[in-house]
C-alpha cells in the first residue's frame, strides 16, 4: 500500500454513525500542498499528524484523493500543528486561544504533559480546577479511542469496521475482544464467522479453542436458516463444522455441542424416526419461535366462534345476487366457514377467486361490524392487497411497529392488536420467526385467516409455516380448485396450472407468430441459447490460438479424431480464405516443420467435432461463434438474428417491450440465480450498460464493484428498520451526491411516493435491480416479466421457482431460453425438505 504522512488542515466532512470522513492533509514533505484523503475514523481532528496508508484514486467529479484504510496516529510534527490539534476542539473546554495558552507555556513538552502530569494545566493562566476536570475527562476519552482504533488495526481490522466496533462496545471494546474475538459475529453486522476467526487467530486463539468451536456451530445453525432450516441434526453439524474449519475435529465438537446444550446455549426437541429417538438441534430463538408459532395455533383451534350461520347465508345469498360474477359454491363455502373458525387457511392458484372470496369475506365482516386488519409480508404485496380489497393493507413489521432502539415489536402479547379479524396475505412467505411475532401480537379473542399459494416458492428465511399448517390437517382449510372462465382466457393462468400438473406448455413464439405482439396472447417464448461455460472456453481457445498462429506466420493442423477413426485426421488452418486446404498426413507435418514453418496443433474435442472452424474465426459477434459450433439450433432461435439469450433479455427490456406494449410498463427480469451470464448480476450490469449509460452529466456513484447511477432500478437487499425499507423493496435512484457519499431513492406505493435518504453504510444494502432472483419476487407483481431459463441454471431449475416467477406477471410474461431448460423445471419437484417440527407439535 501507499503511505502518506501529514497534518490535518481541516476536516471537510464527517459522519458520526460509520466514521466516514474527508480530510484536507497537507504532507510532511510537501507542506505547501493540500490532498484530499477519505478515511473511516472514529474521531479526526485539525492539527492532527496521521500517518495514512492506502491507494490513491481518481474520483469523477473531486480528481485525485487518497483512499486510505488503515490511519495511525503521530504526535504532532511542529508547534503550529500542536497548537491546532488541541484547539481544534478534540478536548472539551480548549478552544484555539487556550490552546495557544498551553503550547507557548508547556512548548515540545505539551503532550507529555496531558500524558504523564495533567494537573500541571492548572499552572496556565486561565485554567483552574473545574476546567482542569473538563479538559481530564474529555483527554481520558480521547486516548480510550485511540487505544482502541490502535488496538483493532494491530489485528487487520479496518477502519470502517473499527468504528463499527467502537460504537458498539465503547470502551468496553479491547475487554470484549480479548475475551471472545468471535463475539464480533453476533454484534457487528458485516463481520460474519470468517472475519471474526482471522482476528482470534491472529489474537492467539487456538485452533481447537472451545471459544472457537462453539463460534462454528453457533454459525452453522445460523447459515442453515438460509437453507430454510430451524434445526440441524448432530451429524449434519459435524459436516458443515468440518467443512467450515477445514478439519476434523469430532470428538471436541460432540464434547462442545453437549456442554452448550447443558448451559442453555442451544435447545434440543426430540423426533421419532423408524422407532428411534433423534436429537434436533436449534438456537434458542428458533426454537421458542416454532413452539410458541404450533402453541398460539392450537390455543386459537381450540376457540369456538359463534356464528348466526342462518343469518350469515342470507347475506350472502344478497351479497351475490347484487353481482356480475357472483360467488361459487366453493367461494360461498369459504366465506361462510371462514367467518366461523377462529383460525383457518385459503387456498388456491391463480384465476380460482382467492381475491374475490376475500373481498366478499371482508364485506361481511364489516357487515358483522367486525374491526379488520389487512396485512402482507412485503410492502408490494400490501400495496396490491390495498388495490383489489379496496381497503389499507400495511406490512407486517409497520403492523406490529418495529422499533429499532429495542430491536423488538412493539405489539406483542402485553400490547396486542385491536381487532377482531386479520388477514394475512402471500403466507407461503412467512417464516417462523415473523410467524410467532404476529401470531403473539393477535388477540385470542380475534380470529386469524392465512392466504397463500402452497406451490409458490416456501419463505427465505426459516420454516414452512403455510405448508406445514396445511399437512397438520389441523387447521381448517378452504381450498379454491375452480379456474374461472374469465381467468381460462389468461395463458399465464393457464401455463401456470399446467406447470404444477407437471405438463410442459406449448407457449407461442414471436419470432414464429410476430403477431402475438397485437394482445394475443400474454404468455411467449423466445428461443435462444447462451453460450456454456465449456463452450465458451472452447471459442476463446479456438479465436485466440489462431490469431496467435497467424501473428507468427505460422500454419495450424486441428486434429478431428472421431471415436470411429482409426488414424488421426489432421486439417491444415491458414490465414487466407480457404481455411481447411485439404487432409494432411503426419508425414506431410512433418515435411513442413523441416522446411522451417511453425506449426501448432489442436485437438477438437468430440463435441465440437462438427465446427467448422473457418466460419468460427470469421464470426464477428456471439450469436454467429455460438451457431457455429451447436450441433441442433431451433428454427425459431434468436441465433438467427444475432443475439445470444443474454443479449435478448437486454434488448426485450430496454427496448422492444417498451416499444410493443408501452413505455410505462414496469419491466421486470427474474432469473433462477445470481450467477452466470444470465444470473441476476451480470444480466443488471448488461442492461445498465444500454438501458441507463454513462453519461458526463449524470451523476453516478461507485461501491465496491457496484455502479449507480441516477435514474438506476435499485433493491434493497436486508431489513432496514431505521430507514423504513425492507428486503425486496424495490425503488429508482432520484439524486446522488458524491461529496457526501449519500443517495435518495424514491419508493412507490400505491400512487405514491416516498423519498428515502441513504449514507454510505445504508448503500452497501443496495443492489441493482433491473434482474432480481426468482426468490426475490415473492409477494410482488409485475406488469410485465421477462424469464431467462437455460441449461446453466440446471441446479435451480425447479417446478415452484418457475411457477413463481410465471405468476409475477400482470400482463405479460416472457420466456428467453431453451424449451429443453423449461421442460427439465416443469418435470422437476424440488424434494429438499427443511427441517421444522411445527407441524408435528401442531399435530401432538
Not at 395 to 406: E, K
Request: overall charge neutral.
Amino acid at each position: 500500500m501507499d503511505k502518506l504522512i501529514g497534518i490535518i488542515q481541516r476536516v471537510t466532512y464527517h459522519n458520526q454513525e460509520n466514521g466516514w470522513t474527508v480530510l484536507k492533509v497537507s504532507p510532511l514533505d510537501k507542506p505547501h500542498e493540500l490532498i484530499t484523503v477519505t478515511v473511516h475514523q472514529a474521531n479526526v481532528f485539525a492539527g492532527a499528524t496521521m500517518e495514512f496508508e492506502g491507494e490513491w484514486t481518481q474520483h469523477p467529479k473531486y480528481g485525485e484523493q487518497f483512499k486510505s484504510t488503515n490511519t495511525f496516529e503521530r504526535k504532532p510534527a511542529s508547534a503550529s500543528a500542536l497548537e491546532k490539534y488541541i484547539g481544534s476542539g478534540l478536548i472539551y473546554g480548549v478552544g484555539p486561544k487556550i490552546a495557544k495558552r498551553i503550547v507557548k507555556y508547556f512548548g515540545k513538552d505539551t503532550l507529555d504533559v496531558f500524558e504523564e502530569d495533567i494537573e500541571r494545566l492548572t499552572e496556565v493562566t486561565g485554567i483552574a480546577q473545574a476546567k482542569l476536570d473538563q479538559i481530564k475527562s474529555s483527554w481520558i476519552e480521547h486516548r480510550e479511542i485511540r487505544n482502541v482504533m490502535l488496538f483493532l488495526q494491530e489485528y487487520g481490522v479496518s477502519t470502517l469496521f473499527a468504528v463499527k466496533i467502537f460504537k458498539t462496545y465503547g470502551n468496553d471494546a479491547i475487554k470484549i475482544l480479548q475475551d471472545n474475538p468471535y463475539q464480533l459475529s453476533k454484534d457487528i453486522y458485516g463481520i460474519g464467522f470468517f472475519s471474526a476467526d482471522r482476528i482470534a487467530l491472529s489474537m492467539g486463539i487456538e485452533k481447537d479453542s472451545p471459544k472457537r468451536m462453539k463460534a462454528a456451530i453457533s454459525h452453522v445453525l445460523a447459515a442453515s436458516r438460509e437453507q430454510g432450516h430451524c434445526y440441524l441434526e448432530l451429524e449434519h453439524i459435524q459436516k458443515n463444522v468440518e467443512t467450515l474449519l477445514e478439519a476434523n475435529y469430532s470428538d471436541l465438537l460432540v464434547s462442545e455441542i453437549q456442554t452448550m446444550e447443558q448451559e442453555n446455549d442451544l435447545k434440543v426437541r426430540l423426533k421419532i424416526e423408524n422407532e428411534a429417538h433423534i436429537k434436533c438441534y436449534y438456537s434458542k430463538s428458533l426454537y421458542y419461535d416454532e413452539l410458541q408459532t404450533a402453541d398460539i395455533v392450537k390455543t386459537f383451534l381450540s376457540k369456538i366462534v359463534s356464528v348466526d350461520v342462518v343469518r350469515v347465508k342470507t347475506w350472502l345469498n344478497l351479497f351475490n345476487q347484487k353481482q356480475e360474477f357472483p360467488l361459487s359454491d366453493e367461494q360461498f363455502d369459504s366465506v361462510l366457514g371462514a367467518c366461523q373458525q377462529s383460525f383457518s387457511i385459503l387456498t388456491g392458484g391463480p384465476g380460482c377467486g382467492k381475491t374475490t372470496t376475500t373481498k366478499a369475506l371482508v364485506r361481511l365482516l364489516r357487515a358483522m361490524k367486525k374491526r379488520v386488519i389487512l396485512a402482507a409480508p412485503t410492502g408490494r404485496a400490501a400495496q396490491r392487497m390495498s388495490e383489489v380489497i379496496g381497503m389499507d393493507a400495511q406490512t407486517i413489521h409497520r403492523l406490529l411497529v418495529w422499533q429499532p432502539h429495542t430491536g423488538q415489536f412493539k405489539k406483542n402479547e402485553e400490547e396486542p392488536l385491536e381487532t377482531d379479524f386479520v388477514i394475512i396475505d402471500e403466507c407461503s412467505m412467512l417464516d417462523i420467526s415473523i410467524s410467532a411475532s404476529l401470531l403473539k401480537a393477535i388477540p385470542l379473542t380475534a380470529q386469524v385467516l392465512f392466504i397463500g399459494d402452497p406451490n409458490q416458492l416456501p419463505s427465505v428465511g426459516a420454516g414452512n409455516v403455510l405448508k406445514d399448517l396445511i399437512e397438520s390437517a389441523k387447521v381448517p382449510c378452504f381450498n379454491l380448485k375452480k379456474v374461472f372462465r374469465q381467468a381460462q382466457e389468461s395463458h399465464i393462468i393457464k401455463f401456470a396450472h399446467q406447470i404444477i400438473k407437471r405438463q410442459i406448455p406449448k407457449i407461442e413464439s414471436p419470432i414464429n407468430s410476430p403477431n402475438i405482439w397485437d394482445g394475443n396472447t400474454d404468455c411467449m417464448f423466445i428461443d435462444s441459447e447462451e453460450a456454456t461455460k465449456e463452450q465458451m472456453l472452447f471459442i476463446k481457445k479456438i479465436t485466440q490460438s489462431m490469431k496467435y498462429v497467424i501473428q507468427n506466420e505460422g500454419v495450424a493442423f486441428v486434429r478431428e479424431k472421431t471415436p470411429d477413426d482409426i488414424d488421426d485426421n489432421y486439417k491444415s488452418v491458414i490465414q487466407e480464405d480457404d481455411i481447411y486446404i485439404k487432409n494432411t498426413s503426419e508425414t506431410e507435418i512433418e515435411e513442413i516443420r523441416k522446411r522451417g514453418v511453425r506449426s501448432y496443433i489442436f485437438n477438437v474435442p468430440n463435441d465440437y467435432l462438427h465446427t467448422d472452424i473457418q466460419l468460427l474465426l470469421k464470426s464477428n459477434n456471439h450469436a454467429s461463434a455460438l451457431k457455429n459450433i451447436i450441433k441442433s439450433i431451433h428454427p425459431w432461435s434468436s441465433l438467427n438474428y444475432g443475439f445470444v439469450a443474454s443479449e435478448m433479455v437486454v434488448r426485450l427490456y430496454s427496448k422492444t417491450v417498451r416499444e410493443r406494449l408501452g413505455a410505462n410498463m414496469e419491466v421486470q427480469i427474474l432469473t433462477p440465480m445470481t450467477v452466470g451470464s444470465m444470473g441476476a448480476r451480470n444480466l443488471n450490469q448488461l442492461v445498465q450498460t444500454t438501458y441507463n449509460p454513462h453519461d458526463e452529466n449524470k451523476a453516478n456513484l461507485q461501491i465496491g464493484d457496484r455502479i449507480f447511477r441516477i435514474g438506476d432500478r435499485v433493491i434493497q437487499r436486508r431489513n432496514n428498520y431505521d430507514l423504513e425499507v425492507f428486503n425486496g423493496d424495490i425503488g429508482q435512484i432520484a439524486s446522488i451526491d458524491n461529496q457526501n457519499i449519500t443517495i435518495e431513492i424514491a419508493y412507490s406505493s400505491g400512487g405514491t411516493t416516498r423519498n428515502v435518504h441513504y449514507e454510505k453504510q445504508d448503500i452497501l444494502d443496495l443492489d441493482l435491480a433491473y434482474a432480481i432472483t426468482i426468490h426475490k419476487s415473492q409477494g410482488s407483481e409485475f406488469d410485465v416479466v421477462i424469464i431467462p431459463i437455460v441449461l446453466q441454471h440446471f441446479n435451480m431449475l425447479y417446478q415452484n421457482l418457475i411457477y413463481t416467477a410465471l405468476t409475477r406477471a400482470k400482463k405479460m410474461a416472457i420466456f428467453v431460453g431453451t424449451r429443453k431448460a423449461l421442460g427439465i423445471a416443469v418435470r422437476n419437484i424440488d424434494n429438499r425438505s427443511r427441517k421444522t417440527m411445527l407441524k408435528t407439535i401442531i399435530q401432538e
